[in-house]
């Protein structure tokens, strides 16, 4: 366990089905991501919030839309996907504060199926 | 900008052989490097980090890797290899400015019994 829990670990939603992932951290960490992990690709950065702030959106569609409540929790919600959303959805948090030297710990992961 | 190269998609290698992945980088200036390992269906696990200091970094699992500047590269190595050690291995990198980490696209790791 890294501390790091996603739910669901599968989900199978139809393109017109409003769906949410979920990822809680116990680490006391100030930062948390949010990936999508494709097969023959690399991981691509969606999402990073710091301090409950979103202080990068790496061009992602808005079909995709998180939510920091607080520090502890991260959503990511789902609306209107395509196929090509198919994917392994990985958040991840981190403390970046001292440094940008610490590691970043990661959950196991949403296998989210687009049908 | 940052980047990662991974130029090898699979790394085969007999049980007890020694490894080798490899991973070059790019970043504007002292790179932060990280080695993760992801078994199937599971997240990334943290292997080891480079920051400063020793060149040759030790990591969790009998992992190592070698920093060099020169080459811009930071391989992955074990002495011995064990079927256990089969998975996914990505390399990663952050500059001293930045949040976030850059992943290469993996390499997936086979040892043969």
């Known amino acids: 366990e890294t501390g790091v829990t996603q739910t669901p670990r599968h989900l199978v939603m139809g393109m017109t089905n409003k769906k949410s992932l979920k990822c809680e951290q116990h680490l006391g960490h100030n930062a948390m991501y949010w990936y999508k992990q494709s097969a023959k690709k690399p991981l691509e950065l969606m999402f990073v919030?710091?301090?409950?702030?979103?202080?990068e959106n790496n061009s992602v569609p808005s079909r995709f839309s998180p939510e920091c409540p607080n520090s502890s929790h991260l959503f990511l919600h789902l609306h209107t996907l395509q196929p090509e959303d198919s994917a392994l959805y990985l958040c991840?948090?981190?403390?970046?504060?001292?440094?940008?030297?610490?590691?970043?710990?990661f959950g196991q992961g949403t296998r989210l199926t687009v049908v | 900008a940052q980047s990662v190269a991974q130029p090898e998609d699979q790394v085969n290698v007999a049980e007890g052989n020694p490894l080798t992945v490899k991973c070059t980088y790019s970043v504007s200036g002292n790179p932060y490097l990280f080695w993760y390992v992801q078994y199937p269906n599971r997240g990334l696990q943290f292997l080891l980090k480079y920051i400063t200091g020793d060149n040759l970094v030790k990591g969790s699992y009998g992992f190592e890797a070698e920093f060099n500047k020169s080459q811009t590269s930071f391989h992955l190595k074990k002495p011995s290899a064990l079927v256990s050690d089969s998975a996914l291995y990505f390399c990663?990198?952050?500059?001293?400015?930045?949040?976030?980490?850059?992943f290469g696209t993996g390499t997936r790791l086979t040892v043969i019994p």
């Open positions: 991840a948090s981190s403390q970046p504060g001292q440094g940008g030297n610490t590691e970043a710990f």
């Open positions: 919030y710091s301090l409950e702030e979103r202080v």
């Open positions: 990663a990198v952050r500059d001293i400015w930045a949040n976030n980490l850059f």
